[in-house]
C-alpha cells in the first residue's frame, strides 16, 4: 500500500503542517504534524530528511540471544 503526504497551511498560524495519510485514499490523515513551518517547501524538505535519516540509521538488530 503507498502512503500520502500533504502540506497544509493552518489557517489559525498561517504555518503549514504535514498530513500523511495511509492507506494514500484514507480521507481522515493518520497522522499530522505541529504546524511549525513558514512554507510548505520547508515542510516537504523537512520531513524528507527525517525520513532520509530513518532510513540511513536503522536501529541495532538484537541478537538471536536477546530475542
Do not use: C, W
Not at 492507506?23 to 504534524?33: G, H, Q
Not at 513551518?37 to 540509521?57: G, M, P, R, V
Amino acid at each position: 500500500m503507498l502512503l500520502r503526504i500533504e502540506p497544509f497551511e493552518d489557517p489559525q498560524t498561517g504555518r503549514y503542517a504535514i498530513a500523511i495519510h495511509y492507506p494514500a485514499d484514507a480521507e481522515r490523515p493518520l497522522v499530522t504534524t505541529a504546524a511549525r513551518y513558514k512554507s510548505a517547501a520547508a515542510a516537504e524538505q523537512d520531513l524528507i530528511a527525517i525520513l532520509s535519516a530513518a532510513a540511513n540509521n536503522p536501529p541495532p538488530v538484537e541478537p538471536a540471544n536477546r530475542r
